[in-house]
Nanobody, 124 residues
Framework: QVQLVESGGGLVQAGGSLRLSCAAS????????MGWFRQAPGKEREFVAA????????YYADSVKGRFTISRDNAKNTVYLQMNDLKPEDTAVYYC?????????????????WGQGTQVTVSS
């Protein structure tokens, strides 16, 4: 069992930056690949970024590539999402999730544990 708690969301103007954090507790953090997903009102939850257990592999949705960076600190049991050059279409609830996949995972059904989400709102 893994418990995940996101933080760092908020209101930012277009072009601004935010860094989301996701703190994990429970089972050993380093055995999980981690991912970030988001869900905007009226839309399905979508993949944003993922990172493998060792942090060697990272994956990004095309919509955020070059603007967002996922990283992890296994000593602190924390995964991060640095979001730069934010756009109004990035507005959503952002969720972190943990997957048993070794090399990272991009599909929702590959993830077993989810946080409660943190709201990100980007104003134009």
């Amino acid at each position: 069992q893994v418990q995940l708690v996101e933080s760092g969301g908020g209101l930012v103007q277009a072009g601004g930056s935010l860094r989301l954090s996701c703190a994990a507790s429970g089972r050993t953090f380093s055995v999980y690949s981690m991912g970030w997903f988001r869900q905007a009102p009226g839309k399905e939850r979508e993949f944003v970024a993922a990172i493998s257990r060792s942090a060697f592999n990272t994956y990004y949705a095309d919509s955020v590539k070059g603007r967002f960076t996922i990283s992890r600190d296994n000593a602190k049991n924390t995964v991060y999402l640095q979001m730069n050059d934010l756009k109004p279409e990035d507005t959503a609830v952002y969720y972190c999730a943990a997957s048993p996949a070794v090399y990272g995972a991009t599909m929702i059904d590959e993830y077993d544990y989810w946080g409660q989400g943190t709201q990100v709102t980007v104003s134009s």
